[in-house]
């Protein structure tokens, strides 16, 4: 099937506006005859839940947790931006524009990222009128602080809480439709199927994570706003239960998914202590807006750290590199996470690691408690000479600001971040590829639909920071609510589809049949041990640095793993109530497929681009060295049986209002 992207004709900054004003319309009173399915409540999903049902649609809303106020959302530290020039100082609509698709490495869709860049403003008033407590300044203003890529302030937070607090607002929206009738709640339902009829989605199988029961339920249209697949890697800083099942399901029934290769790898995580941890915690890029990175400028400094024979306060300033402001003065401790990843890895690797395994930098906050400081003494006439009192105060005002993030570190590694530099290492964190949709973010399957980290649209091959909130609230508040309703508009007379069709018959059974084979299968591992080796492979072969070799050698061995899984896999328990081994054998069944798609599309693409390094293609400095002319394309994968049988489909980026040149940060 060709790629139709839909983008409407025009100028960039006229498309959605013209779009809006043409697209096809259902009527209040026709709202009330459609159903949709809408899988995920985290800020994509709860946001679209809330809003389709408080236009007239009849919502039925799926998660796997307990309430939607658990979902990985809530995780979401550092912010969100939007383009209000609050500061100042140069902001607008297209500088959001450009910042993301620059950021993107020149990978992303310029006319969804335009349209992202229009609503950004209005998801601020939204979430301002639902209550969000949004940081502000004294003079009761919204406040901003800055992140990475960028040259402006233009991130909103909520201390280092901003996922929580949005998420809050969109289940408060939604709790307001469960009341009245409009949303219909399904807690711990896990979709695992999508039901096709004619062609469209008309349904989905789920279970009921609780009893067992596999259930029936049908609609109008299927939205997936599932999140991202990091987990794919084992270990990451998503929650514990993010998974790709939902969106990998869709793909097997024909949706697409796009630029599998492309993850971000966060440069500012707690490093990795062992081999028993199940989960990295991030430390939030609004920590690089005051921390200032580094590692020892002499090797035997390093060496002597990593043996406890010193520390890094014994270290002077000359005896210090802080390699981002020395590599990249323009941008310095702000230059994107892609950028700073890679750094402090060649940093690492060439034996200037911190910790124990070598593999940490640090992430200083002595001169911004200095500064601080020194600025309060003033404003209060204090003596600022006085080291004692300006650290105090200086460490006050870093409190205010990123209190829970310091408290959070301090508990994890027992070490007092405001005394000693933390230590941080890169870890993946978010996954820019997801199933391909069009500007009205349909799927390849009509009726499927694919928001917030779910989908592939916005960030091309590196997202900023503070962008996947925006994106998702985007989506789900101010974007589909139009472009559904234009798919929606012909089935207004078409009444309840019923779940005693024959291809809900098949479809549930595909599912009993799944799980009768996990809990038949008597096997000697335990899911996790699977899924650990799959993590190994993607981390060593497919993860911050990938060549031809390691790609070629993770496909086969991932295939392997996949063969073996399903011989040796042990699942214990039953299938009649719950049973958190068999929902992870279920999901770690789609990782096992994913990650060799992953490992194709990152073998297939012979350049280097954003959070894809390939060390064939890199500057004699390091830097991605992208081949604009060969690969400026979304890869979108068909699903042909099996992920080394997938079909590749080239939707060619047109970059007709931002020049491609390569990305400087300098
Ligand atoms: C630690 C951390 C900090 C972050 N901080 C920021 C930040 O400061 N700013 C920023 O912009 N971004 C941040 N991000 C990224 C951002 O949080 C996520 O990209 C975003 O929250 C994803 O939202 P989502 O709604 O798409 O998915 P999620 O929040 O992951 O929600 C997924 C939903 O889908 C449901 N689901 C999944 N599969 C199924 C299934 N098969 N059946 C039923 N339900 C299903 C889940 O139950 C859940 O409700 C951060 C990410 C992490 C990991």
């Known amino acids: 099937m060709a790629l139709d992207s839909k983008i409407p ?126 940081a502000r300044e004294y003079g009761g203003l919204l406040d901003n602080r800055s992140f990475g890529g960028t040259l402006v302030s233009r991130t909103f937070y909520a201390q280092g809480q901003t996922g929580q607090q949005l998420l809050l607002g969109a289940y408060s929206a939604m709790n307001r439709q469960i009341g009245r009738g409009k949303i219909k709640m399904y807690n711990r339902h896990e979709m695992l199927e999508l039901v096709l009829i004619d062609g469209k989605a008309r349904g989905v199988i789920a279970r009921n994570l609780i009893t067992g029961e596999i259930e029936r339920h049908s609609a109008h249209a299927v939205v997936i706003g599932s999140g991202g697949y990091g987990n794919v890697f084992f270990l990451s800083t998503n929650a514990m239960g993010s998974n790709a099942t939902a969106a990998w399901k869709i793909h097997k029934k024909g949706a697409y998914f796009a630029n599998p290769c492309y993850t971000q790898i966060h440069p500012t995580c707690i490093p990795v202590s062992g081999d028993h941890q199940s989960k990295l915690t991030l430390m939030s890029e609004s920590l690089r807006n005051d921390g200032r990175i580094w590692v020892p400028a002499k090797l035997e400094d390093a060496k002597a750290i990593r043996e406890g024979k010193k520390k890094a306060t014994d270290l002077a300033e000359v005896d210090r590199d802080y390699f981002l402001e020395r590599r990249y003065p323009a941008f310095g401790n702000l230059v994107p996470r892609d950028v700073a990843s890679r750094a402090a890895k060649e940093r690492c690797d060439a034996g200037f690691g911190v910790n124990k395994t070598g593999e940490a930098v640090y992430l200083d906050f002595a001169a911004a408690i200095k500064r601080y400081g020194t600025e309060a003494a003033y404003v209060k006439g204090l003596d600022a000479n006085d080291t004692k009192l300006v650290t105090k105060l200086g460490t006050e005002i870093v409190k205010s600001k990123y209190g829970n993030l310091f408290q959070m570190y301090y508990k994890i590694v027992d070490e007092d971040p405001y005394t000693s530099p933390m230590m941080i290492y890169p870890a993946v964190h978010y996954t820019m590829g997801g199933t391909w949709v ?140 719950f049973n958190q081994e068999l929902e992870k054998a279920i999901r770690v069944a789609d990782f096992l497929e994913l990650g060799e798609l992953f490992a194709k599309d990152a073998l297939h693409r012979n350049e280097s681009c954003g959070g894809h390094f390939r060390e064939e293609y890199q500057t004699e400095e390091g830097e991605a060295l992208r081949d604009d002319e060969n690969f400026a394309y979304v890869a979108a994968w068909e699903y042909k049986g099996k992920p080394s049988d997938a079909v590749l489909h080239k939707e060619p980026l047109n970059y007709e209002n931002i020049k491609l040149v390569q990305r400087s940060y300098k």
């Open 438 to 577: 069009d500007y009205n973010l349909m799927t390849t399957i009509p009726g499927c639909f694919s928001i917030g980290e779910s989908n592939f649209s916005d960030h091309g091959a590196n997202r900023l920071g503070a962008s996947a909130l925006m994106q998702g609230l985007a989506d789900g508040y101010f974007v589909l609510p139009y472009t559904i309703g234009d798919y929606l508009a012909p089935d207004i007379k078409m009444g309840e589809i019923s779940t005693d069709r024959p291809e809900f018959e098949e479809a549930e059974k595909s599912v009993k049949d799944l799980i009768a084979n996990f809990m038949n299968n008597k096997g000697t591992h335990s899911v996790d041990h699977f899924h650990k080796k799959l993590g190994k492979i993607m981390w060593d072969k497919v993860g911050m640095a990938r060549n031809e070799k390691g790609l070629n050698e993770a496909i086969v061995e991932i295939a392997a793993l996949r063969e073996e899984f399903y011989k040796d896999v042990r699942v214990p328990g039953t299938d009649k109530g």
């Open 9 to 134: 004709n025009g100028p960039i900054a006229d498309k959605w506006t013209n779009y809006k004003d043409h697209i096809n319309l259902v009527n209040p009173a026709n709202k009330r005859n459609l159903d949709i399915i809408v899988v995920g409540t985290g800020l994509a999903g709860g946001s679209a839940a809330a809003t389709l049902a408080e236009l007239g649609y009849n919502v039925k809303a799926f998660c796997f947790q307990d309430s939607p106020r658990r979902a990985h959302s809530i995780a979401a530290q550092g912010g969100i931006n939007a383009a209000k020039n609050y500061k100042g100082d140069g902001d607008s609509v297209y500088r959001l524009f450009y910042d993301t698709v620059k950021g993107g490495d020149y990978r992303a869709r310029e006319a969804n990222v335009h349209r992202l860049a229009e609503v950004s403003a209005n998801i601020i008033d939204q979430c301002v009128a639902q209550g969000v407590p949004l």
